[in-house]
């Protein structure tokens, strides 16, 4: 069966630093990966998707990530955070053909002044 | 284009009531998914409907829990007699396709407190 670990809980980063946000998912089968992005009270907005292709990936907001198959990680980053970016992260897989999502319980990205 | 609605979007119900949560995707989108999301969790898939059809409710508890998505209206997730561990956020998401690949749009959720 297919799961996603999202092994930070919590990351703490001052503004302006990079940051990654890390991923790992297992599934016997191909898939498709996202990055969900929460802000509080708010429905999940999607931030990028790997389909297919160029195992690097451009979303909105500056963020991007790479599909890695040895290591089945998609992991988040973004080279300069801003204070708008705190929010919580969802990584999430589906199976080629499947129509749920798979959701990792998330990383919450707290911005420093 | 508005994007998904949901509503309401706070609801409170006494152990043992009902509560009907409404969802109506994007215009043109014809499948809808449900997810409830519990404190510090992620989102756990419950249910995928097309129009007049359950296609897959293999995240729905057994009892207790139905939905639907009629020709005509929105989608509705019924919870019968709820539980204090019924509280939690749920989201719909709606897509315009099938097959994983298109985006799941998702709506701004009803958030369930059960007293």
């Known amino acids: 069966a297919q799961s996603v670990t999202q092994l930070d809980s919590q990351v703490p980063v001052f503004e302006e630093a990079p940051v990654e946000l890390r991923c790992n998912y297992s599934?016997?089968?191909?898939?498709?990966l996202f990055w969900y992005v929460q802000y509080p009270n708010q429905g999940l907005q999607l931030l990028l998707k790997?389909?297919?292709?160029?195992?690097l990936v451009k979303g909105i907001n500056g963020f991007e990530a790479e599909f890695n198959k040895s290591q089945t990680s998609f992991h988040l980053r973004k080279p300069s955070v801003h204070i708008s970016d705190t929010a919580e992260y969802f990584c999430?897989?589906?199976?080629?053909?499947?129509?749920?999502?798979?959701f990792g319980k998330g990383t919450r990205l707290h911005i420093l002044p | 284009n508005a994007g998904v609605m949901q509503n309401p979007r706070h609801l409170v119900r006494r152990r043992g009531q009902e509560a009907r949560l409404r969802c109506s995707p994007m215009k043109g989108h014809s499948h809808v998914y449900w997810y409830r999301q519990l404190p510090e969790e992620g989102l756990k898939f419950m249910v995928y409907l097309q129009k007049e059809n359950i296609i897959d409710e293999s995240g729905m508890p057994k009892e207790r829990f139905s939905a639907e998505f009629p020709k005509e209206g929105p989608s509705i997730l019924r919870i019968q007699q709820v539980v204090r561990g019924d509280s939690a956020a749920y989201f719909c998401a709606s897509s315009p396709t099938s097959g994983g690949s298109d985006t799941q749009y998702f709506g701004p959720g009803t958030r369930l407190t059960v007293l």
């Open positions: 999430a897989v589906s199976e080629t053909g499947d129509d749920k999502i798979i």
């Open positions: 790997y389909l297919s292709g160029s195992t």
């Open positions: 599934s016997s089968v191909s898939v498709y």
